[in-house]
């Protein structure tokens, strides 16, 4: 099953042999760590390929000519160190973001493993975001809702970095929210990986409007 799994994910994107055996590294690292950590939902495992691996892969192709991103509250860095690995070859680097210091172990030693060029920062995001001026894409992945991520994301999307962030069946209800306090444009862009997914594509946003 998990061989099947892998075969659809990597059959779906453009990925060379190195790179998929880089990503074996990980999902090797992931199951290993994932017994003493608590990575990620223990259900999601046995589709680790199309759950996680694809579901993260899909981005790359919303942000072409992007060389340098950065993931909030990357975790089992989903989708960030697996961005790192697979856009290694074009060049990519990646900020992982993780206030978890033990989920910081995990993503400091599985970057070392695949070889991905993955800088991890063991801080908050408002302490972190700051020094994150002038990267081309901000992505999160389950972290939280939209109008908080364009909160902490403000500094950057003002200034021309892209926000990628996947969302659920909730998300119109979350670009509603988002809208009566920000205003910024967008795009939906359907999921890969989940009919019901979309993935909110930013591309502008200014002050947050008037009360």
Not at 47 to 72: C, F, G, I, K, N
Not at 177 to 195: E, G, I, K, M, Y
């Amino acid at each position: 099953m998990r061989e099947a799994d892998r075969a659809r994910a990597l059959a779906a994107y453009d990925v060379s042999r190195e790179t998929a055996a880089r990503l074996d590294l990980y999902v090797e690292q992931l199951n290993r760590w994932q017994s003493v950590k608590n990575l990620v939902g223990p259900a999601t495992l046995a589709e680790v390929w199309s759950r996680h691996v694809a579901d993260a892969l899909q981005l790359l192709a919303l942000a072409p000519d992007a060389r340098t991103w950065a993931d909030l509250g990357s975790g089992a860095g989903i989708p960030g160190l697996i961005l790192a690995i697979a856009g290694a070859e074009r060049g990519i680097r990646v900020t992982l973001v993780e206030s978890n210091a033990r989920k910081c172990a995990f993503l400091t030693e599985a970057a070392r493993i695949t070889g991905a060029p993955a800088q991890v920062s063991n801080a908050r995001i408002e302490s972190v975001v700051p020094d994150l001026s002038g990267v081309d894409v901000v992505c999160a992945r389950a972290l939280a809702p939209l109008d908080q991520l364009l909160a902490w994301t403000a500094p950057l999307l003002k200034f021309g970095t892209t926000g990628l962030f996947p969302k659920g069946r909730d998300v119109e209800a979350e670009l509603t929210r988002a809208a009566a306090r920000w205003t910024f444009t967008h795009d939906l862009v359907p999921s890969r990986t989940d009919a019901e997914a979309r993935i909110v594509r930013i591309t502008a946003l200014t002050d947050p409007s008037p009360r």
